[in-house]
C-alpha cells in the first residue's frame, strides 16, 4: 500500500483509521520490523567520493557551522513534516533588519539561482537581456529555453573586468535587463564600488540593473561594495544572495533577492514562493546569518588556500587574476583549460574546464587546505600531461 496519500483519501479514511485504534499502530510496526529486510536505504554519497579533492563548485567544505549543523537537526525532526512558513518568515525578519527593509522587499528561493532566474524570466517579457561576455550567465540563459533571444554580450576589457562604459552605451530600448555578477564568476574580480554605483544609477533609468553578489560576504568591507542600498534608494535595481558560498550551505539551497517591493512582486509571479524552501535549509541559514566566528573562520581558511595557489601558480611559471572570492582563474598561457582539468581529474582533483572561448583559463575553488595541497602538488604533471594532449 502506497503511503502517497492525497488529503482527501487521507480524509475520507480517518473514521476506518479511528476503527483500527491501538491495533493500527502495532500492524503499522510489524509491517515495518517485517519489510526491513528488503527496504534498506541505498548507499548515498552525500560529499566528494572518498580520495576526490573536490575544487570545482566554488562551496565552502568547512560549512555548515556548528549552529547550523544543529538548527537542522531540529529542524529535520521537530518540523519536517510540515511547510516551512513560520522558518521563512523568521528568515525574512533578520535580513530585513539588517538591511533596514520590509518583507515586501525580500523573496527567498532555493538558492539564489532559482530568484535569478525568475528574474530573467520576468525580464525576458519586455526586452533581451545584457551581460559581460564573460559571468556566470546560467540563469540569464533560462529565458532562452522557452525561445528568448540569447544573451546580448559585451567583451570584456583585456584584463578580463566588466566594461562597464561599453555596456552602458549598449542599453537602448531592446534590452530587458543588465545582469552582472560583482565579484564577477568566473574572473574573481570585483568592480570598484563608486564607478558601479554611478553605472546602476544611469542604466536603471533604462532599464532593469541585476546585480548578483553572491560573493559579496568574502570580500573585504561588504557593505561598501553592496548595491542594496541604491535599492532602498529607490533606482530600479535588484540584488542577489546567496547562502551558498561563505556560509557552507550550498547543498542546503537557500537564496535570496532584494528588490522594491513592485519588482520583487513581479519576479515572484514567475517563481513558487515558498513551496521551494524546506525546513532544514531555512533553519542552517537562520543559524548562520550571524554566525561571525564562522564567517571569519571561512574567510580565513579561504585566503590561506589562495595563497597557497598563487605560490604554485606563479611557481610553475603562470599568472592569475587577483581574486576576491573563494576561486582563482589562472591564465595557462598557451595551454589548455580543458585538457588541464582532464589532467587533474586523473589525479583527483576536480576544477573547471573552458569558459567560453577562453581556452586558456582555468578556474579552480578554495576547498579544505588538504585538497588545496593535492591541487598545487599535482600541477607540476597536470601541466606537462596538459602539453602532452595538446600535442597528440
Known amino acids: ?10 480524509i475520507g479514511g480517518s473514521v476506518a483509521a479511528s476503527a483500527l485504534g491501538a491495533s493500527g499502530l502495532s500492524t503499522f510496526a510489524g509491517a515495518q520490523s517485517a519489510g526491513a529486510a528488503t527496504n534498506q536505504m541505498p548507499a548515498v554519497t552525500y560529499g566528494p567520493a572518498p580520495g576526490v579533492a573536490k575544487l570545482n563548485a566554488n562551496e565552502n567544505p568547512f560549512g555548515p557551522s556548528a549552529k547550523a549543523l544543529e538548527a537542522i537537526s531540529k529542524a529535520s525532526m521537530e518540523g ?37 532566474s525568475y528574474a530573467a524570466l520576468a525580464a525576458s517579457k519586455k526586452g ?9 550567465d546560467t540563469t540569464s540563459k533560462a529565458p532562452e529555453k522557452q525561445g528568448a533571444p540569447e544573451i546580448v554580450r559585451i567583451p570584456n576589457t583585456a584584463e578580463l573586468d566588466i566594461d562597464l562604459d561599453a555596456m552602458y552605451a549598449a542599453i537602448d530600448d531592446s534590452i530587458g535587463m543588465v545582469h552582472i555578477c560583482n565579484p564577477n564568476n568566473p574572473t574573481g574580480k570585483i568592480l570598484d564600488p563608486d564607478r558601479l554605483r554611478e553605472f546602476c544609477i544611469k542604466a536603471s533609468k533604462k532599464t532593469l540593473v541585476l546585480v548578483d553578489e553572491a560573493y559579496n560576504e568574502l570580500i573585504d568591507e561588504p557593505p561598501k561594495h553592496s548595491m542594496i542600498p541604491l535599492v532602498k534608494a529607490g533606482h530600479n535595481v535588484v540584488v542577489a544572495r546567496t547562502f551558498s558560498k561563505i556560509y ?28 521551494t524552501l524546506n525546513q532544514a535549509g531555512l533553519a542552517a541559514a537562520i543559524a548562520s546569518y550571524n554566525d561571525e566566528a564562522f564567517l571569519t573562520f571561512s574567510k580565513d581558511k579561504i585566503y590561506e588556500g589562495k595563497a597557497m595557489v598563487m605560490d604554485a601558480v606563479k ?16 591564465d595557462l598561457g598557451d595551454g589548455n583549460a580543458e585538457y588541464f582539468r582532464q589532467a587533474m581529474a ?47
Open 346 to 392: 586523473d589525479k583527483g582533483v576536480l576544477i573547471r574546464g573552458i569558459y567560453r572561448t577562453y581556452t586558456n583559463w582555468s578556474r579552480v575553488s578554495m576547498g579544505k587546505i588538504g585538497d588545496i595541497k593535492r591541487y598545487v602538488d599535482a600541477m607540476p604533471e597536470a601541466l606537462d600531461k596538459m602539453y602532452a594532449l595538446q600535442n597528440t
Open 248 to 275: 557552507g550551505l550550498a547543498g542546503m539551497r537557500v537564496g535570496y533577492l532584494i528588490a522594491s517591493e513592485e519588482n520583487t512582486d513581479w519576479i515572484n509571479r514567475y517563481g513558487m514562493g515558498g513551496y
Open 128 to 136: 533581451k537581456i545584457l551581460g559581460p561576455d564573460l559571468f556566470w
Open 1 to 10: 500500500m502506497s503511503y502517497n496519500r492525497s488529503r482527501r483519501l487521507f
Open 80 to 116: 519536517g513534516a510540515y511547510y516551512a512558513y513560520p522558518a521563512a518568515m523568521t528568515l525574512l525578519d533578520m535580513i530585513a533588519e539588517r538591511y533596514s527593509i520590509t518583507r515586501k522587499n525580500i523573496s527567498l528561493s532555493a538558492g539564489s539561482s532559482p530568484i535569478l
Open 315 to 330: 611557481a610553475n611559471g603562470l599568472t592569475a587574476l587577483p581574486s576576491s572570492t573563494n576561486f582563482v582563474f589562472v
